[in-house]
């Protein structure tokens, strides 16, 4: 069931300053770097004021826990999930003020009512904790917007975390992120908002970019409520009780062996690509339809060459013919280039090389404005994103635009709706994990000279692997938008293809809902199909072979 916010939230609307926050830890020093990097971001924006440390005196639930876990789990972390230190740049410790909640007499806690006071008196909005015990219900009704924590908070001892263990252990498809708040006259657990991630094989490296993407999801969801002063509409948790139990000893067993397995079958395939095995093979399929009808099962499949693979197609009709650009590379091929053909039926005939740099290019989306054929492909290796100008088609292309420089733009596209420019496109905010297939960045463009380049205020409007990266050309269909997007789960990158349907696209919103699933059963051999494109009647999409 869907809860509303009181009044008492809807009244900060109106307030100037800036969200006054707290953090409750535990009595020992030391935070990990994703912990830093929220305390360093809340120090660093406008909107938000770090005003308090709340250090409370039990922080952490007896838990009886095997004792393979402790060595295991440290021996995981060093060979498997070793992070870079993070040093903050506004945030220090020694500056910050911190409070230690009073303990309650007769039984494992804090005493409420001094703590309400204490709360009151500091003026804090809402408290987010990063401790395994919370709040008692008398102090989160004296904040205005609460107490919020994370789905993993409870997943740890006062020695020992293991969050990420149970969705390796259940071979979940994807991983569950809540940001949970706990408000109002009745201060149940309900979800702020939630994420899934492509599940890793190892749960050293689940929790690390889990934790890694939760910086992300809380600055931006602490930035929404201080500016709009209101916490929004909340859900339902989904239950967690099993996640919140450390493993046993019989699971610990289980997952050593899996765990074992896989890396053995890392380092064979890693040796095999070393001494001249084969990359991961694509292949085209095409056929008649649209993005809302279309049927993968119906379409005929083109084939790769022995000398060239392709990926990432984009159809142009261009004087009568349709063409299709593509990323191209060949076996053993460190780079890939793109590459352009003339489709003949459902056939190819290839006319060479359209773009090639000394970095990886892919996915050229290739579009029309006015007179121009512009192409954008991904270039994030060069740590920027380029539009280039056709000149000579379809071979010769000259650079037009730039922009994002320093950023690491995939899969790019550009879309006119409603009389605006929208960039669509994929960003990694991350410190040890990059990865571009979980967040979603908008900005509202000019157009293709890209000179005005100004980010939503939402950003990342979607966080999220199973629908956050782009798979093609957004279409415009009787008033309706719709985007392709990855579905990135069961360890798999680009394991399926989404339809998803925007139903609200403005300055300061942005919604989206998923119509279509298309998994990759609709030809043998198949492990994955990722992009998707169409012009006229006749659309294509590629797929992922198995070795």
Excluded at 267 to 285: D, I, N, Q
Excluded at 359 to 382: I, K
Aim: hydrophobic share 40%.
């Amino acid at each position: 069931m869907e809860k509303l916010v009181t009044e008492r939230e809807r009244m900060r609307s109106v307030a100037t300053e800036p969200l006054r926050i707290g953090f409750l830890v535990g009595p020992n020093p030391g935070f990990e770097n994703w912990e830093l990097r929220i305390f360093d971001r809340v120090m660093a924006a406008p909107g938000l004021s770090l005003v308090s440390f709340l250090v409370h005196p039990r922080p952490f639930r007896r838990q009886p826990i095997s004792p393979l876990f402790g060595p295991l789990a440290r021996l995981e972390q060093a060979v498997l999930a070793r992070e870079p230190v993070y040093v903050p740049t506004t945030f220090s410790m020694n500056n910050q003020r911190h409070e230690r909640l009073p303990p309650a007499v007769d039984f494992d806690g804090c005493d409420a009512k001094r703590a309400v006071r204490l709360v009151s008196d500091l003026g804090l909005d809402l408290v987010v904790r990063m401790t395994a015990v919370g709040l008692p219900d008398e102090v989160v009704r004296a904040l205005p917007f609460g107490e919020w924590s994370f789905s993993f908070s409870d997943e740890r001892s006062d020695t020992d975390d293991w969050h990420g263990y149970d969705s390796v252990l259940r071979r979940a498809p994807s991983s569950l992120l809540c940001l949970y708040v706990r408000h109002g006259a009745d201060p149940e657990t309900q979800c702020l908002a939630s994420s899934s991630f492509n599940t890793k094989f190892s749960a050293a490296r689940n929790a690390g970019f889990t934790k890694e993407r939760a910086v992300t999801l809380v600055m931006r969801e602490l930035t929404r409520v201080a500016d709009t002063g209101n916490l929004g509409t909340v859900t339902a948790a989904p239950k967690t009780d099993d996640a919140a139990t450390p493993p046993s000893t019989g699971d610990l067993l289980r997952y050593a062996g899996a765990l074992s397995g896989q890396l053995l079958y890392r380092a064979g395939k890693a040796l095999h690509t070393k001494v001249g095995g084969a990359s991961a093979v694509w292949t085209l399929c095409t056929g008649h339809g649209n993005i809302e009808d279309f049927d993968p099962r119906q379409s005929v499949e083109i084939a790769p060459d022995r000398d060239e693979i392709r990926a990432d197609p984009f159809m142009l009709h261009h004087d009568g013919q349709c063409y299709l650009f593509y990323e191209a590379y060949a076996k053993r091929d460190t780079k890939a280039h793109i590459a352009v053909a003339r489709m003949n039926g459902d056939r190819l005939e290839r006319l060479g090389v359209a773009l090639e740099r000394d970095y990886h290019l892919s996915y050229p989306f290739v579009f029309r404005h006015g007179q121009d054929l512009f192409m954008m492909p991904e270039t994030n290796q060069a740590r920027r994103l380029e539009i280039w100008c056709c000149v000579e088609f379809p071979l010769k292309w000259e650079l037009h635009a730039t922009a994002l420089h320093g950023l690491s733009p995939a899969d790019s596209v550009l879309t006119r709706y409603r009389d605006r420019w929208w960039l669509f496109t994929n960003l990694s905010d991350f410190h040890a994990y990059e990865d571009h297939c979980s967040e979603l960045h908008v900005f509202e463009v000019d157009g293709p000279g890209l000179s005005r380049v100004v980010p939503h205020k939402r950003n990342p409007v979607v966080l999220d692997s199973t629908t956050a990266r782009n798979a093609g050309r957004m279409f415009q269909r009787d008033g309706r938008l719709y985007r392709p997007s990855q579905r990135n789960e069961y360890g798999v990158y680009g394991y399926g293809l989404n339809v998803m349907l925007v139903e609200q696209l403005d300055r300061e919103n942005y919604r989206e809902r998923c119509v279509r699933t298309i998994v990759p059963d609709f030809k043998p051999k198949l492990v994955a199909c990722h992009h998707f494109d169409a012009a006229g009647d006749r659309y294509i999409l590629d797929a992922r072979l198995r070795n």
